[in-house]
């Protein structure tokens, strides 16, 4: 079975920076995308940033020029940097997996991690 294993959430003040990764777990064949996605109290799940297997990405305006996503392929693990963070980026972070292949059957999915909660304090 495949699982994606988040870390790297945490409290921290405005302006500092964490590293969230996320790996699938498993017997992965290939994973078309990955990304990160946030959910603050009463408010929708929204796209954060995204990458594909071939490396392009896109992100939510509110965070471009301070977060940035990144992949390793060969580890089916995604990472996303956070700097300058601000009180508004507070929210719970889910990794993402779209595509997901398994080896050695026609399964394809997505996944969703469990969730990390990412507070910025004021």
């Known amino acids: 079975q495949v699982q994606l294993v988040e870390s790297g959430g945490g409290l921290v003040q405005a302006g500092g920076s964490l590293r969230l990764s996320c790996a699938a777990s498993g017997s992965v064949f290939s994973i078309n995308a990955m990304g990160w996605y946030r959910q603050a109290p009463g408010k929708q799940r929204e796209l954060v940033a995204r990458?594909?297997?071939?490396?392009?990405?896109n992100y939510a305006d509110s965070v471009k020029g301070r977060f940035t996503i990144s992949r390793n392929n060969a580890k089916n693990t995604v990472y996303l940097q956070m700097n300058f963070l601000k009180h508004e980026d507070t929210a719970v972070y889910y990794c993402?997996?779209?595509?997901?292949?398994?080896?050695?059957?026609?399964?394809?999915?997505?996944?969703w991690g469990q969730g990390t909660q990412v507070t910025v304090s004021s």
């Open positions: 990458i594909t297997s071939g490396g392009s990405t």
């Open positions: 993402n997996a779209e595509g997901v292949v398994v080896r050695g059957t026609w399964s394809r999915y997505d996944l």
